[in-house]
Every structure is written in structure tokens, then in C-alpha cells.
């Protein structure tokens, strides 16, 4: 069973929109919930990570908004451009020394100029 | 910059030969992990290692065994490659508890198998 969902699939939007994607879990003891973007033929890379402790967290562009009572957090790109056109992939993980992470299933942005 | 290469980008195999898939990282780092990718379920962890020669399973071990001989080096085995799985396969390391960035996980370019 995947215990990070992710959604939409994949999400189209205009230079300028706010595309949002969600995600849900159901381990209360995920503690790091960290979104990471992969562009074609990379590997994903970090993008921002918030705690549980926290509603929200802004970097940027990227803003991660946290839910803890619906065990949703969720990302906004304000002022979307071409280039973050990419796969974004939620995760989540729980306390230890390796910490393991668990993926959402990805969604394929497409940033329109 | 922390540095995860992987041996190749694209390996071609057929159904039943044993596929050895390595992975190389530069940061002194504790923490390695297997990953394979596909299309609407996301990456899952195959196995990971938090130690030189100690390794446990993820979610789909089966299939697959691993080898960490060295810190930098943690090495995925097919010992009989099947069509299911072909797939991307993704090496990352980590840093260990309260090293910077322990949290983050860092990611080599991916191994395009095809098994046919």
C-alpha cells in the first residue's frame, strides 16, 4: 500500500500560475516531510522540507503548506516559470539514524510560457 | 558539491543474467540507498545500507541483494534479471544523525535497465 499519495499525476499550467500539489499520509510517526524535483535524465534533488511542528515554510518561490490534524501538506510555486518544468515528488520519513524516505507517486508539472 | 555517480546510464540485459549496478558516492557519507523508479508509483527503496557491510531490506527487496564492501561504494545485484524488472534504478547517500544535511538525501543520474 503506498503510504504517501500523491496528486494530480500531472498538472499543466501558464507562465505566472500557482500550480498546487498535494499529498496525504497516514504514519503519524512521519516526522520530515521533505518535496524533491527531478528534471529529465537527473536525479531528484531537494527542494524544501518542513517539520511537522510548523504550518508553513517558504523558500523562494516554493512555499510548503503543512496540515497536521488532516495529514496533508501540500506544494505552491507562485510566479511559475518554463523551468520548473519538471517531476515533483513529496516524501516523508520518520525518526532514525538512516532516515529512510517514503515517495508519493510523483506529479509531472508542465510550465507553459 | 556531494558527487553520487552511477556505472552506467543505459545497460541492456536478458532474462536471467546476473546485472551488478554500482553506485559511487564522494561525501564520506554513513547512509546508501537503492531506489527503482516507475512511472506512477514513485521511487521505492529496494535496500539500504547505514554502515560499511550492514545493509536492510526496504520495501521491495525481492529480486535484489546488495553488497557495501567500502563507505563509497554500495553495489545493487539482479542475480536473475526478469523482464519485470526493468526499470530506472536510482543510488542516493546521506550524511549520518547530526552531520549537516543528515536529513537530505542526494541523488546520483539513474541506471536505465532493460531486461529483455
Known amino acids: 500500500q503506498q503510504q504517501v499519495k500523491q496528486s494530480p499525476q500531472s498538472l499543466i499550467v501558464q507562465k505566472g500560475g500557482i500550480p498546487i500539489i498535494n499529498c496525504a499520509y497516514e504514519?503519524?510517526?512521519?516526522?520530515?516531510f521533505p518535496w524533491y524535483q527531478q528534471f529529465p535524465g537527473k536525479g531528484p534533488a531537494l527542494l524544501i522540507a518542513?517539520?511537522?511542528?510548523?504550518s508553513e515554510k517558504k523558500e523562494g518561490r516554493f512555499t510548503i503548506s503543512f496540515n497536521k490534524s488532516a495529514k496533508q501538506f501540500s506544494l505552491h510555486i507562485m510566479d511559475s516559470q518554463p523551468g520548473d518544468s519538471a517531476t515533483y515528488f513529496c516524501?516523508?520519513?520518520?525518526?532514525?539514524?538512516?532516515?529512510?524516505?517514503?515517495f508519493g507517486s510523483g506529479t509531472q508539472l508542465t510550465v507553459l510560457p | 558539491d556531494v558527487k553520487v555517480t552511477q556505472s552506467s546510464r543505459y545497460l541492456v540485459k536478458r532474462t536471467g543474467e546476473k546485472v551488478f549496478l554500482e553506485c559511487v558516492q564522494d561525501?564520506?557519507?554513513?547512509?546508501m540507498f537503492w531506489y527503482r523508479q516507475d512511472p506512477g508509483l514513485g521511487l521505492r527503496l529496494i535496500y539500504f545500507?547505514?554502515?560499511?557491510?550492514?545493509?536492510e531490506k526496504g520495501d521491495i527487496p525481492e529480486g535484489y541483494s546488495v553488497s557495501r564492501e567500502k563507505k563509497e561504494r554500495f553495489s545493487l545485484i539482479l542475480e536473475s534479471a526478469s523482464t519485470n524488472q526493468t526499470s530506472m534504478y536510482l543510488c542516493?547517500?546521506?550524511?549520518?544523525?547530526?552531520?549537516?544535511?543528515?536529513?537530505?538525501?542526494?541523488f546520483g543520474p539513474g541506471t536505465r535497465l532493460t531486461v529483455l
Open positions: 542516493a547517500s546521506s550524511p549520518s544523525l547530526g552531520q549537516p544535511s543528515h536529513n537530505e538525501q542526494f
Open positions: 504514519n503519524t510517526a512521519f516526522d520530515y
Open positions: 518542513i517539520r511537522p511542528d510548523v
Open positions: 516524501a516523508a520519513s520518520k525518526p532514525g539514524s538512516a532516515r529512510q524516505l517514503t
Open positions: 561525501m564520506d557519507h554513513e547512509n
Open positions: 545500507s547505514y554502515d560499511v557491510k550492514m545493509k
